[in-house]
């Protein structure tokens, strides 16, 4: 075990031993219940309605028919390259946020604010922001038309320019959703004893080799956390997209939303929903197992 | 690099980032304010002119507006009470004692905030019908405070760790019976904690869109009608500006009330 890794650890919570007794679980039940009615019992739901078919009998007829949609393919692409796009970008301005919050400027808590201040807007509110922005008469083309680079306003979301449709959606996922990430890296930022950074100074670490060999080993664990949080979110994405390039962009959430509220298939929704689950999971073991390679790579430099 | 360049790196780049996310507020707050004419003309100024409530007015006069607001209001209403109620003790639970299956519970809490609204929604709806839940608000009530919970029990856990024990103890060696204590000790430190858990599931169930429209079909609440209205029946562009200004106000209040604690809703690492 490293040293910073010892130092992580949170001590024990200051809790006075009382009686073990019945009331915790008395407290607890309440919640149990709950989450079992309207959280466990609806992924099990979810699974049964995806494989049994109307005579109770297992079949595979809905995934099937899920694969074999017109929008299937598209919708497993668009997920997975707007996740992988989004993603970097939101660490990476995360990170610069996080580390200047960390610095503690004059200012820094007023500019933890504002950066937060997207955590409360909804996928669908920012998409209707952006796209007071990127629609053909939005602010985009006044701007570009007030520095007359174009003649007239240009088309940014159509099927016809797909890399522009995507420019749109991925600046409005990085403008909705880095709070989150920055909030996770902040925490975990204050958790590292400043005295580790002072000691780095004192050994002659400046800015990148600081960064490099003890902020970043240091913030692992809770990068990998914010990882895990914001990739499962990003399978979610769903009204941002909707609002900005309607179907011409389908994505996984979106056509389980369209599945049930067209097609009235709760069946292929529910597999829709199981895939995007699955998918969840699967992220979450490979960035546990990836991290922690990493982990034992750094510690044995 | 000398210290007034990074000085002035730093300035450039905390005001580029602030920038970044202020702009794109202005903008949409100036567009619910341009009138609908000046909107789809070219070339248009960047200031309404003159500035005009016209906008807003037709988005609260559309069809359905004013009832799915109230709709979405009294959602938001009952998933505070439902995942306070449910939640706070269990946060307390956490909070006070050790017991064999606190770590399996919290680990178990921490899972759950990572499944939202989209894998539980179509089952539920399906459940919901059979149940007689199906497009009333305490059927989106009871999705939202299943995505409320986790951050209601860890932040109320946060809150109670902040609160003394000894304050507790000392008022049930004074003679006050464990409900007496808490209520009379530990529930009035804790209340402006348990204050933010409750802001914060409002804007939780606020701003939530794929259960509500999932689940509800005539008693829209306000993101389920405006998703309606912008994906299925080609809202116009007055519409959806209105309705993007309109949803985002409360969460910008918001925000600046539950500040102080919003490192303590994210910042609790899966572990």
Redesign the interface.
Known sequence: MTVAERRLERPG??????R?DW???L??L??LI??SA??V???L??L??SVRGPDGALTWRYFQAMVGDTYFSGAIRNSLLLTAIVIPLQVA?AL??AL?VN?R?R?HTT???????????????A???????F?E?G?LN?LL?GLHLVP??LTFLTFERPLLLYGAIVATEV?RATA?VM??L???L?LIPRDFFETAEVFGATGWRKLRYVTLPLLR??L??AL??RT??A??L??TV??LA?RIVPVL?GE??FQ???YRN?HV??AY??L??GT?MAV?VLYLRLLRTREEEVARA | MSRPARQAL?AV??AL??T???L??V??AL?SFTPRSQ??????P?LPQPWSAETMRFFFQAQGVLPSTLNSLLVAALTIG?SV???A??G??L????????EA?RLG?LA????????????????FIRWGLYDTLWGVA??H??LA?PFT?IITMSVF?GVP?ELE?AAMTLGCS?LQAFRRVALPIALPGLAAAAIFTF?LS?????AA??LTLRNRTL?AL??NA???AGAP?DY??A??FF??V???I???LI?RY??T???????
């Open positions: 919570l200051p809790l006075v031993r009382l073990i009331l915790p679980y407290l607890l309440p919640t709950f989450l309207f959280f019992y609806p992924m739901q979810a049964a309605l301005i610069t946020i200047l610095s400027f200012g500019f933890l604010y504002v950066a937060a201040i997207p955590l409360g807007i909804s996928d669908l509110a998409g209707l922001v952006w796209l007071s922005i629609t008469r602010y006044m038309q007239r306003p403008w989150i909030l996770i902040v925490a975990g204050q664990p809770v990998q956390t895990i949080i499962i979110l399978f979610q769903f009204a909707i609002t309607g959430a389980a939303y049930y509220t067209i709760p929704a529910s929903a199981v995007i689950m969840s979450t | 730093l780049t905390v980032l602030a970044w996310v202020l794109p507020l903008l949409i567009a909107l789809y003309a070219w070339p248009r960047l439902l109620a449910i939640g003790p269990a307390y639970a909070s006070r004692f050790r017991f064999p299956g606190r519970f809490i759950t905030k990572m499944f939202p609204a989209t894998i539980l929604a179509v089952p539920l709806a399906v459940a009871f999705v405070t299943a919970l029990i760790l024990l103890e464990r804007v606020w701003n939530e869109v794929f429209t999932i993101p405006v998703m912008v994906g299925a562009l959806r500006f309705a993007g949803m985002i409360p969460a910008l918001i925000i600046l500040r919003l490192l809703l994210w910042g609790v690492t899966v572990r």
